[in-house]
């Protein structure tokens, strides 16, 4: 980035293409909807670029990205009146008590890996918007806990809390 | 809780759950963006360096070097051999300053001559009369008396100003308070970065919905264009001495006069009347750090100035896109 903030555009290029899939999977599992999502990914870009001259290194590059991913799906959240605040709400800690044990509980062989991965999206799907957010940001820019509280603008434990909810939400749904 | 209990008595299970999680979830994300959408972002950012796009040969070079692998590209790299587009790296990139410089110099002639064309339209239609009567004959009081509406009927010919009614208003200064509105936004449209939409129409609704004195900009914008054609080809035209001072078209039909000052008059009301404020807002906050600008927003809510604070909220969102957005004035 700081290549492209000098005037090269070529960096950019390689920055676009390293990060495209993983910002335009993050905003259409959020929005489920492509066109949504594409005029969301747009911005995002636009964003970047305009931000172009002004930018510091402040953090990795890939947090900054979806820093500004982030920033622009919660503002279509509100322009849209959508009451997104409500759902990004801390969970319901005492689910986690009721989660069945999944050493007991193999994966079931007999399914194809295409059912298994379907089966996972659709549950990524019904995932609560803050945890669905906790865990496509460290499946699509592998981002550590630390990377995904920065992301978001929320501390390293409700990050951790959120990822935490979700994989284990995950992990019940592929069982049952 | 269960998954610590679950971490200190049986760690590699839930790794391995949450391998297989992730194994499955790359299995079955695999949507990409669409082609049209990395085109139009590209160029947005090519445009935004100043930089040629790339030509179809060079893509072409460079889709079979990001082919050959991690390795086969940094032996490239470091030898400066192999792939042609390597080669010729160092060479486009010492033809860039000199080919920028001298597209700078051609825009900018470019530029000039379009504005002194312009300011040129601007000076014969608005200065004293007495070079104008040269070319045309007097007129008779009548003409000098004739309606504003009546001057942009169709048939109306070439510019003349009678030289004994010196005080008679021409049209330009006697246009109605929403031309001098028009040319205002005309000005307005801030640093050349934001005002180059470069997505599809689905992008300009956005901006019109993000931004409404931009539309009422683009509106005046498109009322100025045909007043400044038909200006200039009124100019052109030799003067009949017809009683028809500064006729803006000669083509229009009769309907268009009445639109057009009806809709200027409209987008003079639409003015955002904080403009200046704005500006001096900006200005004041131009090296600002975020929070000074957040701390200024929340000023401005509670001294009751919403339109103002969304404003400069839509301009922080522009300058800081990082920063946790405000929200919304209500």
Not at chain 1, 1 to 30: E, K, P, Q, S
Not at chain 2, 109 to 122: C, I, K, Q, T
Request: charged share 30%.
């Amino acid at each position: 980035m700081l290549l492209y903030r000098d005037g090269d555009a070529g960096a950019f290029d390689l920055l676009y293409r390293r990060h495209r899939g993983g910002v335009y999977r993050y905003v259409l599992r959020h929005c489920r909807d492509a066109a949504v999502a594409e005029e969301l990914f747009q911005d995002v870009w636009t964003n970047l670029i305009r931000a172009r001259a002004g930018y510091a290194v402040t953090a990795k590059f890939t947090t900054y990205l979806y820093r500004l991913a982030h920033n622009r799906l919660i503002d279509h959240y509100r322009k849209h009146s959508r009451a997104i605040a409500a759902s990004f709400d801390d969970e319901d800690c005492e689910e986690l008590a009721n989660l069945p044990d999944e050493r007991e509980r193999p994966p079931d062989d007999a399914l194809d890996a295409r059912r298994q991965a379907e089966r996972l999206m659709a549950l990524v799907a019904e995932l609560p918007a803050p945890q669905r957010e906790a865990f496509v940001l460290q499946q699509e820019a592998g981002m550590t806990v630390e990377e995904i509280a920065q992301a978001t603008g929320v501390s390293r434990e409700t990050a951790k809390s959120r990822l935490r909810y979700a994989l284990a939400r995950l992990r019940r749904g592929m069982d049952e | 809780m269960t998954l610590n209990e679950q971490g200190q008595s049986g760690q590699a299970a839930p790794e391995e759950r949450e391998a297989e999680l992730a194994r499955l979830y790359r299995a079955g994300s695999v949507e990409e963006p669409p082609a049209h959408l990395e085109a139009a972002i590209l160029a947005a950012a090519r445009r935004e360096v100043g930089a040629a796009p790339r030509s179809p040969a060079l893509q072409a070079e460079d889709r079979v070097v990001s082919s050959l692998g991690a390795p086969a590209r940094s032996t490239l790299r470091a030898s400066g051999s192999g792939a042609p587009r390597l080669r010729l790296g160092p060479t486009l990139r010492a033809c860039r300053l000199p080919l920028s410089i001298a597209a700078v110099i051609v825009l900018s002639a470019s530029l000039v001559m379009l504005m002194s064309e312009e300011g040129g339209d601007r000076v014969a239609a608005v200065g004293p009369a007495a070079p104008l009567a040269d070319r045309a004959p007097p007129q008779p009081p009548a003409a000098v008396a004739m309606s504003p509406g009546s001057r942009d009927q169709p048939g109306g010919q070439a510019v003349a100003q009678a030289p004994e009614v010196p005080a008679a208003p021409t049209p330009r200064a006697a246009a109605p308070p929403a031309r001098a509105g028009a040319s205002r936004e005309e000005e307005a449209p801030a640093p050349g970065r934001t005002a180059v939409p470069f997505f599809g129409p689905g992008n300009e609704r956005r901006e019109a919905d993000d931004a409404p004195g931009r539309s009422t900009a683009a509106e005046a914008k498109l009322e100025a264009a045909p007043i400044a054609r038909a200006d200039r080809r009124s100019e052109a035209r030799p003067a009949t001495g017809e009683a028809q001072p500064l006729p803006r078209s000669a083509e229009a039909p009769v309907e268009a006069p009445r639109a057009r000052s009806k809709a200027a008059s409209l987008s003079a009301e639409r003015a955002p009347p904080v403009e200046p404020q704005k500006s001096v807002l900006l200005r004041e906050l131009e090296r600002e750090p975020p929070e000074k600008w957040r701390r200024r927003i929340e000023e401005l809510r509670e001294q009751g100035e919403q339109a103002l604070a969304d404003e400069v909220l839509a301009e922080f969102k522009r300058r800081f896109p990082d920063q946790p957005s405000l929200s919304p004035a209500r």
